[in-house]
C-alpha cells in the first residue's frame, strides 16, 4: 500500500541545521513534497523534488533523496524560530488529485 | 498572484444552520480542491473539480455539498453538521488535474460545530 511516514517531533537548537525525515513506501510516485504548517495556518508548499532527482537546494532548505532506501529529508540550514512549525512530507503523481500526506513532523526551536 | 484565498477564517455554526466557506484564486488554475483536517493529522481529501465540473467525490457526507460557480470560485455548504465535523478546512488549487507538480493551499476556515 501507499504509506509515508516521519517523525513526530523534532527539537533543535536556534542557529542549527534541522534535518527532518521521510520514508515512503511507493515508489510509483512522481514527485516528494515539503509543506510548511504554521500553527492556525494552512500549507505553504516549501518545495518539491521530481522523483528521479536526487538532490534539491533553495536557499537554506537541501532536499536529499534516496530512492533504492526510499528514504527523504528536508535539511534547514541555520534554523530560526520563525522556522517553528509542522513539516509534511508527501508524494505526489501525475494527477494533482492523488496525494499521499505523512503525519508531519513538529519542529520546535529552543534558545 | 499565487495565492488561495478563503473566508471565513473562523465559523462557529449550530447543527440546524446552514453556512457556506468560500475560496476564490486567480491564479488561472483549473483544478480546486477541498480537504478536511483534523487536528494533528494530515489534510483528507474531500472533493476535487476540474474545470468546473466535480471530478472526485471521496465519499463525503451529503451534509457537505461543494459547488464551483465559476473557474476561480469554490463554495462547500454545509448544512445540519455534526460535532465531529469540527475541524480545518482547506482550499487547495492546481494548473490542472492531469499536471500536479504544484498545488497551492488556502490559510483555511477553522469551523467549530456546537
Redesign the interface.
Known sequence: GEDVEQSLFLSVREGDSSVINCTYTDSSSTYLYWYKQEPGAGLQLLTYIFSNMDMKQDQRLTVLLNKKDKHLSLRIADTQTGDSAIYFCAEGYSSASKIIFGSGTRLSIRP | DTE?T?TPKHLVMGMTNKKSLKCEQHMGHR?M?WYKQKA????E?MF?YSYEKL??NESVPSRFSPECPNSSLLNLHLHALQPEDSA?Y?C?S???????????????T?LTVL
Open positions: 488561495v478563503q483544478a480542491y494533528k493529522k494530515p489534510p481529501l476535487v471530478s472526485i480545518l482547506l487547495a492546481s494548473q490542472d488535474e492531469a499536471k500536479g507538480v504544484v498545488k497551492y493551499f488556502g490559510p483555511g477553522r
